[in-house]
Each structure stands twice: as structure tokens, then as C-alpha cells.
């Protein structure tokens, strides 16, 4: 068991940050731009792209990710937390754009937001007009600081009575429009959320505790993201160790199959401290 201990300054000055970690990446069906190593992670890094507009989207995948029908993505920040300032908090930018007056072609994600990677809260959305979800508001082009011109979909903490996050999640729901043909919102040709960029203006500098960045269990495995390189010991609940990996910088996919069932403790040691999951197989 772990945790985050999260605390703000009341005084704090808030800076302008971008997403710089992807924690979980789970590609859905439909689309694949930009979801190569040539391209990601770091076309989601950094700002939107500047030549995205309200009615030319973005398509370079080097500036875009397409998450895919049903596909998720967990991305944050490893030096800031997102605290709960005066109005948005964070926008989030899609490739979204308009076509004709009344309609955006739009591929809807539900946003959520976690302090700890742990507990996620969902912002609400309406099911029939999909507002609340990201991906329906086109980019402008102009400052992504400012959400008064960025376009962009924004987040407010205090909708969901959150002081501070570290994680966001997004996952794709776009074959809710696919599934219906008379909907306004239809379009055959809609492939699942594309991420440009995830943006806020209410950071406060509070790096993670170590540079240790864990990926929740995946299937029958685990996955583990490391900056130095790291001794892995799993535990029985008897405390017999049962096992002990070596685990080189970079990311290590641990397979469950070897183990008993039951529950484990998975531990990390490295030079920037101790890191524990339990894992009930």
C-alpha cells in the first residue's frame, strides 16, 4: 500500500504546465496515427498545435495521438500538482472541428481525475449531448493558457469538490455515437479520441516522492516505468520472499504467470527510495 502526501500553500504561485508522464496507455480499435515511438509520447507533450483551428484540425502525428474507439490513456505531471484556482483548472485539447454552422465533428472522451492514481473522479457528462466529455471544442490557435480564447475543453476542480490532482485520465466513448445513425452527432467516418495536449494554469511545484512511476496491473502482468535501475522483491502474505528481479532503466513488463495465487506485495528499491504495490492474483 502507498499514497501521495498532497499539500498547497496558500500563498503558492501557480505556473503554466503541460502533461510530461503517461502512467497507462490502453490503444483502442479504428486508429493508430501517431501512437508509434517515432511519435509518442511526445506529440501529446507541450502545447497544442498552434496551426489546429475551428475548422482545420489537427492531423500531423507528431502534434496528435489518436486513443482509438474505446482506448484510455492515463497522463500527469511528475513535478506538479493541479490544485483548484479561480475558474478552469485545466484544458484539455482534441483535434475537434466544425462543420457547416451547427455541427462539430466530435469523438468524446469522459475526463477523470485522480490525486493518487488510485482513486479516479469522473467529471459528469450529459449522455445525450456529451458535454462534460472532452473532444468537442475545438482549438483556436491562441494562448492555451487562457481559456477565455484557447477552445479547448476546460476543467474545473471545484465541479467535482477536488482541492488538487496530479493524474488525469481520458477515455474514449465515441462508438456511443457510432451506435446511433439518427443521431445529429453520427458520422461513419468517426475512428475515437485524438489527444493534442492537456494544459493548466494552477500548477504548484510538488515533484513525486520517487522517481519510480508505476503502471496499475495490465491483464496478467504488471508493467513498471523506471528512471534508475531497480531490485524488484515479491512477497507471499506469509512474508516469504518469493521472488527477485532485476529491473533495468526503462519500461519492464512483469508477468503474474510464475506466482501462486493469492495476495503479493511487489516491491521496487532504488537509489530514490522504496516503492510497494499489492497485488491480489
Not at 131 to 159: M, N, R, V, W
Request: hydrophobic share 40%; proline share 7%.
Amino acid at each position: 500500500m502507498y499514497f501521495f502526501l498532497l499539500t498547497v500553500s496558500s500563498i503558492a504561485q501557480y505556473q503554466n504546465v503541460a502533461i510530461d508522464t503517461v502512467r497507462k496507455f490502453t490503444p483502442g480499435t479504428g486508429q493508430n496515427s501517431g501512437q508509434g515511438p517515432a511519435f509518442f509520447p511526445a506529440n501529446i507533450f507541450g502545447q497544442p498545435d498552434p496551426t489546429a483551428s475551428d475548422s482545420v484540425p489537427s492531423t500531423n502525428p507528431r502534434q496528435v495521438c489518436s486513443i482509438g474507439l474505446d482506448g484510455l490513456i492515463e497522463v500527469g505531471f511528475k513535478n506538479f500538482i493541479i490544485v483548484d484556482g479561480p475558474g478552469a483548472d485545466f484544458t484539455v485539447f482534441e483535434n475537434a472541428f466544425r462543420v457547416g454552422k451547427n455541427r462539430v465533428y466530435m469523438e468524446p472522451g469522459v475526463v477523470e481525475v485522480s490525486k493518487d492514481g488510485i482513486v479516479w473522479i469522473a467529471f459528469p457528462y450529459d449522455t445525450t449531448t456529451y458535454k462534460g466529455c472532452a473532444g468537442l471544442t475545438p482549438s483556436s490557435g491562441s494562448d492555451p493558457f487562457d481559456p477565455e480564447k484557447s477552445g479547448g475543453d476546460i476543467y474545473d476542480l471545484a465541479t467535482i469538490g477536488a482541492d488538487s490532482i496530479r493524474w488525469i485520465r481520458i477515455t474514449d466513448i465515441t462508438k456511443s455515437i457510432l451506435s446511433k445513425p439518427k443521431s445529429p452527432l453520427y458520422d461513419p467516418t468517426l475512428t475515437g479520441f485524438d489527444l493534442d495536449a492537456i494544459v493548466s494554469r494552477h500548477a504548484i511545484s510538488q515533484p513525486l516522492k520517487n522517481d519510480l512511476i508505476e503502471l496499475l496491473p495490465q491483464g496478467n502482468a504488471l508493467a513498471y516505468v523506471t528512471k534508475r535501475a531497480a531490485e524488484l522483491h515479491v512477497v507471499d502474505v506469509s512474508g516469504k520472499l518469493i521472488d527477485v528481479l532485476k529491473i533495468p532503466i526503462g519500461v519492464n513488463e512483469i508477468s503474474l504467470d510464475p506466482y501462486p495465487r493469492g495476495a503479493m506485495l511487489f516491491t521496487l528499491f532504488s537509489s530514490d527510495g522504496v516503492f510497494t504495490l499489492k497485488v491480489l492474483k
